[in-house]
C-alpha cells in the first residue's frame, strides 16, 4: 500500500508502559521530529489512499537495546508467537490518564522457549499505529493547538505510526520471536507485556514447525536461527 508520510513537529509526552525491564521513565521524552516523504508510483486513484505520519521517540536507556543476552536473563517469557488482532491505544485505563501511544491486542504462543506463559493473552506493546485524531486527543493543548494549525486543512493525516527508537511495529497475522513478562500497566485485563526493545520482538522470516529453534529471524541485517540468536 502507497502511503504518504509526513513530517510530525516535535513533541513532547509523557509514558508509563510495562515491556522491558528498565529504568524510571515517567520523566519527560522528547520525540524528534522526522520527515519522510514516500512519493506514489501507482496510477490508480490515490484518493482513498491513507495519509501517516511517521514519529518516533529517541529514549536514552540505561542498557544497549540490541543486546538479546540481557533480554535473556531479565524476562520472564521468551516466545515464538502468533498476532492475532492489534489497535493503537493512548490511554491508560489504570491511571485513567492518556500516555504515549502503545499497541493492545491478542497473541497466540505457539512455542516457548522460556518460561510457561499462557497459551493466548492479550498483550501491549510500546508504539502503535493510532487514528490520528485519538493522537490529537492525547496531546497537551499547546501542542494541539500548533498541529492543528499547522496547514492541515488538504492534508490531514489519517493515521499516526508511533515508534521507538524505529523499532518496528506489529503486524497482524506475523509470527514473532517475543521477549515479555507479566504486567498490569495501562489496560485493566490479564495481559503479557512485549518488549519493545529491536531486540526484543522480532519478525520470524521462515517458519519450521517441525524445529522451532531452526526458525530464522533476521538481526542487524543477518538472517539466523533463534538458536543462534538466542545462543542455545
Known amino acids: 500500500m502507497n502511503k504518504l508520510l509526513i513530517s510530525l513537529l516535535t513533541l513532547v509526552m509523557l509514558f508509563s508502559i510495562g515491556g522491558c525491564k528498565t529504568k524510571d521513565f515517567s520523566s519527560i521524552d522528547k520525540i524528534e521530529e522526522t520527515e519522510q516523504i514516500e512519493e506514489s508510483t501507482d496510477s490508480s486513484d490515490k484518493t482513498n489512499e491513507p495519509i501517516i505520519i511517521q514519529s518516533t521517540s529517541e529514549l536514552e ?8 543476552q540481557y533480554l535473556i536473563e531479565t524476562e ?3 516466545s515464538i508467537v502468533k498476532v492475532k488482532n492489534i489497535h493503537g491505544e493512548n490511554y491508560n485505563e489504570i491511571n485513567e490518564e492518556f500516555v504515549s501511544p502503545f499497541t493492545v491486542g491478542d497473541i497466540d504462543v505457539i512455542y516457548s522457549i522460556k518460561g510457561e506463559p499462557r497459551e493466548s493473552s492479550k498483550f501491549t506493546r510500546m508504539g502503535a499505529r493510532i487514528a490520528f485524531d485519538k493522537y490529537l486527543e492525547g496531546l497537551p493543548e499547546i501542542e494541539r493547538s500548533k498541529i492543528e494549525n499547522n496547514n492541515l486543512a488538504e492534508t490531514r493525516p ?3 505510526d508511533y515508534t521507538f527508537a524505529n523499532s518496528p511495529l506489529l503486524e497482524e497475522g506475523q509470527y514473532y520471536l517475543v521477549f515479555m ?6 489496560i485493566e485485563d490479564e ?4 518488549c519493545w526493545y529491536p531486540a526484543g520482538t522480532l519478525k520470524i522470516e521462515h517458519l519450521y514447525e517441525d524445529n522451532y529453534l531452526n526458525s530464522t529471524v533476521i538481526f542487524g541485517a543477518k538472517e539466523m536461527t533463534i538458536k543462534e540468536y538466542l545462543d542455545l
Not at 181 to 186: A, G, H, P
Not at 191 to 194: A, F, P
Open 61 to 68: 536507556m540505561p542498557v544497549n537495546i540490541y543486546d538479546p
Open 181 to 186: 513478562k507479566d504486567s498490569n500497566y495501562v
Open 158 to 160: 489519517d493515521y499516526v
Open 191 to 194: 495481559h503479557y507485556s512485549i
Open 76 to 78: 520472564d517469557y521468551i
